[in-house]
């Protein structure tokens, strides 16, 4: 008697779906496919064509790519996934881009399932005294978007039918340092000098979009955050 043909793997196991929202170079993507056992199908989704590209890259021989889905989405609109299709979703410095985050995280909260879970870590404008808005305005034409505090996250959040915000500071685990704190100490010490963004960026307002996330968003970012204007935050949600 032949035996019975066995079912694939998708059809005996019961996936588990996990989206990293703006994956970037897809090293947090990467992370995950690691610590995840094959129960959980990882996704990765992203704007920006040369981040894809870069990520697929980076990813191509270290045998972790049949466990990982990659996607383009040219903009913040409608996500290409079914509702209740993911158990969490991931992001790392994305919705600090997002032209309406109210939206996003509408879509967000759509694929998510029911007791599903939303983590990010992300920037918030934390002053915009007029003497400190230079240092603000420098991250903002690099991202091409205005940044959100803490409050307009939350609101957002709150209006897409999140539950259980919560919103903590981001420690050097190794360390226990505020990464914010230790900036500041490490800038009135003389360790970390920061840049001048009209003097030394001035052609930053000329750049496209793309370009100016890549020349410059990791240098105006730091320069808002020595001058506290700007604060890093861990924010976790949930599907009711």
């Known amino acids: 008697m032949p035996k019975p043909t066995p079912k694939p793997p998708e ?25 995840l056992d094959m129960d959980h199908q990882v996704h990765g989704i992203e704007i920006s064509r040369a981040q894809a590209a870069r ?16 996607g383009t989405h040219l903009g913040f609109g409608d996500l290409p996934y079914r509702d209740n299709f993911f158990s969490h979703v991931l992001s790392q410095q994305a919705f600090s881009h997002c032209p309406d985050r109210a939206a996003t995280f509408a879509e967000i909260f759509r694929v998510l399932q029911s007791g599903g ?18 240092h603000l305005q420098a991250v903002e034409t690099a991202f091409g978007t205005a940044v959100g505090s803490i409050s307009d996250y939350k609101k957002d959040l709150i209006a897409a039918g999140f539950v259980d915000v919560k919103i903590d500071s981001v420690h050097d685990l190794a360390q226990n340092i505020d990464v914010q704190r230790h900036l500041t100490e490490a800038t009135k010490a003389g360790t970390f000098v920061p840049s001048n963004p009209s003097s030394e960026h001035p052609k930053l307002s000329g750049l496209s979009v793309e370009n100016s996330r890549v020349q410059y968003g990791d240098v105006a970012v730091a320069n808002a955050l020595v001058h506290n204007v700007l604060a890093i935050g861990l924010v976790s949600v949930r599907k009711p």
């Open 117 to 134: 879970k939303l983590a990010f870590q992300d920037i918030f404008v934390s002053r915009r005294a007029p003497g400190f808005l230079v």
């Open 11 to 35: 059809e005996t196991v019961s996936k588990m779906h996990v989206l990293d929202f703006g994956y970037g170079s897809g090293h947090m993507t990467r992370l995950l496919r690691k610590s």
């Open 55 to 70: 990520a697929n890259v980076a990813t191509v021989g270290t045998g972790l790519a049949s466990g990982i889905v990659y």
